[in-house]
């Protein structure tokens, strides 16, 4: 699903505050059968709405429930008396292996629903302020802007990860990885 995330701002022009509103879209997927969405906290933090666009359901408003920004994952709901939303199944992300086929679907560049195949090609530990160690793992997938928050699934269609961000070595060889917060839930 879409998630469009709109963020109030204000600035001053000619001695006069106007109001402006900035828009940014993202990815996130449907854990539950009442509308809870995990997706990357860098797409929801800063917004002051929450739109999104359920595929054959339609817009639905939501609110973010818990934000953790180390990690780079949240956890959304959506604002709906309806009830029954497909749910995806969560795999233990450490049953994939590397080299093992990975899907990712998201909105790159606003080009919703779009799916990108790799191989999961590595996993990354990265320690937190609080010493708790966080393992992302690297695909070879493509993902772009609009990707972050996106599902990463393994071959059986389960969730095995959320996309987080792109990592860019800059050399004379440019190389490119991906990275998706590691699901062990």
């Known amino acids: 699903m879409v998630i469009y995330a709109d963020t109030n701002l204000q600035r001053i022009q000619n001695d006069k505050a106007i109001n402006t509103t900035a828009s940014s879209l993202g990815t996130g997927t449907i854990i539950n059968d009442e509308g809870l969405i995990l997706t990357a906290a860098h797409v929801v933090d800063n917004a002051d709405e929450l739109t999104i666009d359920v595929p054959k359901r339609g817009h639905f408003q939501a609110k973010v429930l818990a934000s953790y920004a180390p990690a780079d994952i949240a956890l959304i709901k ?6 029954d939303f497909k749910a995806v199944q969560i795999a233990d992300s450490d049953k994939t292996s590397i080299g093992e086929e990975v899907f ?24 937190s302020n609080n010493d708790i160690k966080l393992e992302f793992l690297q695909t070879d997938a493509a993902i772009n802007q609009g990707n972050s928050g996106g599902p990463m699934f393994n071959q059986q269609g389960e969730l095995v990860g959320v996309v987080s961000y792109i990592q860019t070595k800059l050399d004379t060889h440019s190389n490119s990885t991906s990275k998706a917060l590691s699901l062990d839930l």
Not at 78 to 83: A, D, K, P, V
Not at 104 to 127: A, D, F, K, M, Q
């Open 78 to 83: 959506l604002i709906s008396h309806e009830g």
């Open 104 to 127: 990712i679907i998201g909105t790159p560049y606003g080009l919703s629903h779009t799916l990108t195949v790799g191989h999961l090609s590595g996993r990354r530990i990265h320690p």
